[in-house]
């Protein structure tokens, strides 16, 4: 449904911060006491729900911090940039042609059900993960077969890789291990999915002990917890709020001590606010405004590459607050970008040149764009491109969508939308993360790539997780850059910094810029 043009301003939402409303929503809120009862008991407020406990089927935010806090991976992630430490793997070996990779295990790893964790768990885990297709399993889709799985005894584990991945032990982060014979105990007919959805089969240093769907989620520190380096916590609350104003709140009150959506506007209120520190970092997470490239107006290339010169990139940085403006389609700071690379800009004549060789060289049309209903930023970036297109004569409906429905849309490219607005972080620190998740054909279909597809674009992303050398890497994502501006099939909007409070009780905080509001609670303490 069309949307009235004005767009908020920060005073507004400011405002809005401080109204009833959100207090009354505070009133909602995690009761204070639960601080008192436990010292040690950390509160993360969060806009995000778990809408399912399987790792090997869910993704998302939500699930990120699920997997990293309940379950255990071969590897884990930590630093700037990101490398792989250990986690289940004490120690790797990879074999000279990057292709075989020997891992042993932790002797003391634990399931929570006391049974030591072995190779044959992680290769059901592997397997199991491939086998449903779902999730993370992407991944590592055509790189790892069941086949390349082996426990060579109880502690140690080969895989052998179908095809070269010069990003594979960083995607091992995101692959759980489960306990095999608890899954087997449960697998009904579907694999164990209906049973882990709401359950676990986990080693990780936290369990899950109560979920109320839409509300909170409380987890204890494991009996089990065998992982060195861990911090002083009894246990963490997961607190979904709504509104990132009511986060704010709620911190400053020290009703919490972490929240993970909060605006720039909530930051620049949180500035010099006693006991709170503020996080504002730059990550490996895009925003762009992706166009239907197969169906409909922006099809043809000459309407994209109009769109994208008449865009007001300068009102777009504005609307982010703290943010720079993208340079093509990889973040900044990650292997190969290129920051000399040519992208377009505002320039009315180029927009009208390119607008004049399309079927409607005087505009007069309206295109569509979806957002998700409560992300207000996203609303504010479709208000620039409305303003944006007014100079090509080109109108712009505005429609909010529950977050499911716009996935649905992007099933074909019939129901994909003229616009549609996407975050994207990295969850491993390797250009191939947004390469193939969001200009790959093999995406399309879903929410990250619904419809772009380019057989040199995907010939160039192929051959650049294939290749191991970096400095031809650089080279392969030099040219996948290149490619991919030629065509126009985003609007690439801004790199939002990153932006947490915590209180400054939270004690060894640590930011790395992968799915970095996945806060992985285990090394962290309350003073």
Known sequence: MPHSPEAPTRRKVLALAGSGLAAGTLAAALPAPVLARD?????????SDFPNLDPHTTSGSAPAFFMRNVYDPLLRTAGTPPEPVPGLAQSWETSEDGMVFTFRLDPAARFHSGQPVTAEDVVYSFA???????????????????EGLEALDPATVRISLAAPFAAFLSVLPWFAVVEKAVVEAHLGEDDGQSWLMSN???????????????????????P??????????????????????SERLMLQRGETHAALDLSSEDMDALEGAPGVVRVIEPEYRTFSIKMNTRHGPLADINMRRAISYAVNYRALLDTAGYAELMVGPLPNGILGHDPGLEVPRHDPEAARAHLARTATPEGGITLKMVYVSHLEQERRYAMVLLDSLKAL???????PLSWPDMVAACARPETFPDFFPVYQTANYGDPDNIAYAAYHSASNGNWQNAVYSSPEVDRLIEAGRAEIDPDRRRQIYGDFQRAVVADAPDIFGVLEKRKLGLRASVQNYVFTPVASNAIECWPLSLS
């Open 39 to 47: 010292p040690r008991l950390m509160i993360i407020a969060s806009g």
């Open 128 to 146: 199991r993960a491939l086998r449903l297709a779902k999730g993370n399993s992407w991944m590592l889709r055509n790189i790892v077969t069941p």
């Open 200 to 222: 676990t089969a986990a080693s990780g240093p936290f369990q899950l002990q109560q979920s109320r769907s839409g509300a909170l989620y409380r987890f204890l520190r494991a």
């Open 224 to 245: 089990t917890a065998w992982q060195p380096g861990g911090g002083n916590l009894d246990g963490i609350i997961w607190r979904v709020s709504r509104e990132a104003a």
């Open 393 to 399: 004569g080109i109108g712009l409906e505005i429609q």
